[in-house]
């Protein structure tokens, strides 16, 4: 009870000096408490819409990566219209009506904008049906009755100002259509983002699926009484005339009880939110270790300052047990204030999210807002434990200290210079990770070396944060000499207190360090995938164009294709589909391979480097190329014959007309074949469509057939006509769009490390306060103050940021050289980047001396020579 007392005394009576590290505690649960109540909304979100769109039970063909399909063909698979009424005769069936549905459609308005999804969420074209009043309403007009008429859904309509009686032009593979809108359907539970459009049955079939007859989905309603499972084993046996299938599989029919079908989609959006959570929780990670340091600034120095307390403590009595357990107390108080809040925060924190998501068009709304018990079991406990954890080896210092600690000043501990022991491990950890590193890039494979890389980082880590101390030594006094001597006896002063505790200063640099050698690894891989990119276009691609839709997964529709082929000043306009098979050498082994199934002009807009044969052979009456890698794994050479099963139409024996070198980084490994080839094995209506197509100007027209190109697909705006400039500025932006993202990530961490040098600052004045009275009477002014403390400050954040900056780059280059083994062969080191970060801490370092460097100056000079 008495450590308990204790503890809570202490605590409060230095409530202000563990601010910064409940902060930091704070920041970090925050993180992690918003990203898990982000995620379990958006699960929530999906959830209500699966469960209340899907049937009892849903009929649809089998899955086009399974039997006989062909996806990106731009036509969803179908059944026939006869399959309703065997359904219906089902006994036990309430109801049964066709749906169909269709994702590869654009749907633009009358300024010829694209009014569908582009954050990755689905536009839906289809019928409306009974199903459909399950999760829609309409709020505003009528259904589609007659073929000129449409509905949409109210988001998609608020969002592009679209009103009863306007014109709507859908582009789909079968051809264009307009439709007027008749009505506006709203959803009962919230729309994730997609974009719905409704079409009467007769249009929708028409429009879609090019006929009657048709349909995408049977949605099957049971009686009363009859369970979603009996009813689907019934109708399995309806369908599939007594035959055996596989579970779930009637025939050429898959089934799927309202359950399935909600967890089959759910398990489809799971995979991609579990790599959002995790990722978002490893970012949060990242900011608990920066955290730790701030955790173990703060207790060690609190411990230095109570040195004669707490030796008064043991000369009264107190066992080391009970100073370590009171010491752990207050740790746990400040986890728990900390982690309290934290999760609060974090709430907070994941309505942002929601916001900030639907502003970029994925709907989330706070009535779905969940927050699990376990979200603040979790905070609560990972705040506490990091925070003890942090607190023990204080903690242990403060138990060793002796009862005749209470006979000298507070803060002179002799810890103040690193260990041997310490700077003896951290140089091996350091040297570990440095081979490990250099193994990693003498590796031949890269899934061999990645395994060495991540040693390395984690080595080299470890070792720097280890040593610090020792480097702190070092490197402060270099920098010293570069940044503060210029200040005279104001920036020796400086220098010496950075230097007084090397232990505390590399603890408060390594939390800087962590972010910022992750911002310059990022940036040096970056830089150096968009460098080898744009030298493999420069010297692989002669398209003078490329053409591909700014949605992904939209194939290019015939009509677009007829107006890209009928464009004046182009030279010849190429084709690229990507057709799905199996390949069976002559070892008579088979592999999943898709093929690409590409006009001869191609082996001009590409140029790809052949091992062996002459790659424009390849596009010659049954014949092909492969990749070097699968020939050396297959023994495959020139003239061999390949089995070439064609998932969506016959078998083909084609001869091996060339070997192409896969070190490259684009069409790594594809596998050539004429068009014209793919076209005599795979019927026209499975035959897929173009993704990609490529185009070369007529010479010296270039510039007139760019804004050609351009007006010939004006009617288009989902697909982008770009030159080889656009397309390495695309490129460029994407990667830019990606780092961002992560640099904002690593913010989180950095802005911790920030409140570490705060903290360290801060408690270190409060330490120095006798001295600061003493120096500011023999004439050291407030102005002089203050400008020791910032530079005090700056050059911690710049010792910081040289550690930080030289690992991120040992790092950068490591993970560059597993990439040249992908085909991404050059390194850039984006000094302009490197350089203004380290400028950069510098200004950090200015701004978190602000607060502690003012206290300093308005302290009371015969007070600060009186206190203890």
Known sequence: MTVVKTSMRNFFAHKGRMALSAVAVLLSVAFVSGTLVFTDTMNTTFDKLFAVSSPDVTVSPR??????????????????????????????????????????????????????????????????????????????????????????????????HIKIGDELRAIAVTGTFTKKITGIAAFKVTNPGATVLYLDTATAQRE???????????????????????????????????????????????????????????????????????????????????????IVNTFSMLVAQRTREIGLMRALGSSR??????????????????????????????????????ATGLELSTGDLTVKWTTPVIGLVLGVVVTVVAAY?????????????????????AD????????????????????????????????????????GVVFTLIGFVVIGPLLAGGLVRVLSAVLLRVFGPVGRLAERNALRNPRRTGATGAALMIGLALVACLSVVGSSMVASATDELDKSVGADFIIQPSVPNTPIVPKAQAALERTPGIEHVTQYRMVDAKLTTPDGKAEDEGVVAAD??????????????????????????????????????????????????????????AITSDDTSIDKGAMYINLTTAEKYVPAAKMPKNMIMFAAAQDGKEKEAY???????????????????????????????LLNIVYGLLGLAIVVAVLGVVNTLALSVVERTREIGLLRAIGLSRRQLRRMIRLESVVIAVFGALLGLGLGLGWGTAAQKLLALEGLGVLEIPWPTIAGVFVASAFVGLFAALVPAFRAGRMNVLNAIASD
Do not use: C
Request: glycine share 12%; net charge positive.
């Open 393 to 413: 080896i204080p903690a242990r210092r403060a138990a060793r200290i002796s009862p005749m600690a209470a006979l000298r000043d507070a803060g002179t501990p």
């Open 707 to 737: 804004a050609a190109l351009k007006k010939s697909l004006a009617e288009y705006p989902q697909y982008k006509v770009q030159n080889q400039t656009d397309f390495k500025q695309d490129l460029k932006d994407q990667i830019s769009q």
């Open 321 to 358: 047990k009970q100073i370590n357990r009171s010491v752990l107390f207050e740790a746990v108080l400040l986890g728990v204030f900390g982690s309290v809040a934290g999760v609060a925060a974090g709430v907070g924190l994941a309505v942002g999210l929601m916001k900030l998501m639907s």
């Open 208 to 294: 879609l699926l090019g006929g009657p007859g048709l349909f995408t989905q049977l949605y099957v309603t049971a009686d009363a009484g009859v369970s979603d499972t009996k009813l689907k084993q019934d109708v399995a046996a309806a369908l599939g005339a007594g035959t055996a299938g596989t579970a779930g599989t009637a025939g050429p029919y898959k089934l799927q009880t309202q359950k399935e079908a909600a967890d089959a989609n759910r398990s489809d959006v799971g995979s991609f939110l579990d790599v959002m959570k995790y990722a978002m929780l490893g970012f949060a990670g990242i900011a608990f270790l920066v955290g730790i340091f701030l």
């Open 63 to 160: 899955s086009s990566g399974g039997q006989g399909g062909q996806p990106g063909t731009g036509k969803p698979e179908t059944l026939p219209a006869s399959a309703v009424a065997r359904v219906g005769a089902v006994a036990g069936v309430k109801s049964v009506e066709g749906a169909v549905s269709s994702e590869s459609v654009t749907v633009v308005n009358a300024e010829n904008k694209n009014v569908g999804a582009t954050t990755g969420a689905p536009t839906f074209v289809g019928n409306w049906t009974r199903n459909d009043l399950r999760s829609m309403e309409i709020t505003s007009g009528h259904a589609p009755r007659g073929p000129t008429e449409a509905m949409i859904d109210a988001d998609t309509a608020d969002k592009h």
């Open 416 to 455: 103040g210079r690193a260990g041997l022991l310490r700077a003896v491990l951290g140089l091996l950890l350091t040297a570990a990770g440095g081979l490990s590193l250099l193994v990693a890039t003498r590796a031949d494979k890269a899934a061999e070396g990645s395994l060495f890389l991540g040693v």
């Open 600 to 657: 001869p002009t191609y082996a001009q807009d590409l140029r790809r480097e052949t091992v062996s044969g002459e790659l424009s052979a390849a596009y010659g009456k049954d014949a092909m190329s492969v990749g070097d890698a699968f020939a050396e794994r297959h023994g495959v050479k020139v003239g061999d014959t390949v089995k070439v099963a064609f998932k969506a139409g016959e078998t083909a024996e084609l001869k091996v007309a």
